[in-house]
């Protein structure tokens, strides 16, 4: 069975410029987590969805960073415009509806923002 | 609200001694808990996880990990570990019938040596 699948699996781009990291959850899965990690703050909740709708985004850094999930097999997450300091890599994760609190977890995208 | 300490941010050791990363965790309401692993590069995959039953709960590589919860605690050990097992390692908790998220540990990074 396919994984989560998160493309790019690698962006480089100039400070100012829009980024969209994009996300595949596994099939019937349910909620939709993405996850920032970097060496300073460790692993970060940026914000998590239930069938779609978005249930908390706490941790969403400002208003620059925005994310949508128009369907069950589909999020992305926007970043406009970038600054350096978002560089770090972005995790997206679906968890299946029978909650276990199990998280199933893509290869990640390395965002490097000049 | 619900919080993971992991003491031990680095944790280095030799080729075939044993290792405990320690993994203490507080909440309220009864949980589940989980020990995700981070090869270099990849996404998280988890280890092993405890739902209910016996307190101790194994992977299929070795680790093994007891759910302690006078003491609020999951540690994870392995009785001899290999240059493989090199990789981070995240204690993880959810709360029983939550629709929340998975609350992460700030990780601790195993080095193998030989």
């Known amino acids: 069975d396919a994984g989560v699948i998160q493309s790019p699996r690698h962006e480089v781009t100039e400070m100012g410029q829009e980024v969209t990291l994009r996300c595949k959850p596994i099939?019937?899965?349910?909620?939709l987590f993405w996850y920032r990690q970097t060496m300073m703050r460790g692993l970060e909740l940026l914000i998590y969805?239930?069938?779609?709708?978005?249930?908390?985004d706490s941790g969403m850094p400002e208003d620059r960073f925005s994310a949508k999930m128009p369907n069950a097999s589909f999020s992305t997450l926007k970043i406009q415009p970038s600054e350096p300091r978002d560089s770090a890599v972005y995790f997206c994760?679906?968890?299946?509806?029978?909650?276990?609190?199990?998280?199933?977890f893509g290869e990640g995208s390395r965002l490097t923002v000049l | 609200a619900q919080s993971v300490t992991q003491l031990d941010s680095q944790v280095p050791v030799f080729e075939e001694a044993p290792v405990e990363l320690r993994c203490n965790y507080s909440?309220?309401?009864?949980?589940?808990l989980f020990w995700y692993v981070q090869y270099p590069n990849q996404g998280l995959q988890l280890l092993l996880k405890?739902?209910?039953?016996?307190?101790l709960v194994e992977s299929i590589n070795g680790f093994e990990a007891e759910f302690n919860k006078s003491q609020t605690s999951f540690h994870l050990r392995k009785p001899s570990v290999h240059i493989s097992d090199t990789a981070e390692y995240f204690c993880?908790?959810?709360?029983?019938?939550?629709?929340?998220?998975?609350?992460f540990g700030k990780g601790t990074k195993l080095s193998v040596k030989p």
């Open positions: 994760a679906s968890r299946p509806s029978k909650n276990t609190g199990e998280l199933f």
């Open positions: 993880a908790v959810s709360s029983w019938g939550s629709q929340g998220n998975l609350i």
């Open positions: 909440s309220s309401v009864s949980v589940y």
């Open positions: 099939s019937g899965h349910n909620s």
């Open positions: 969805f239930n069938n779609n709708v978005p249930i908390d």
């Open positions: 405890y739902l209910s039953g016996s307190t």
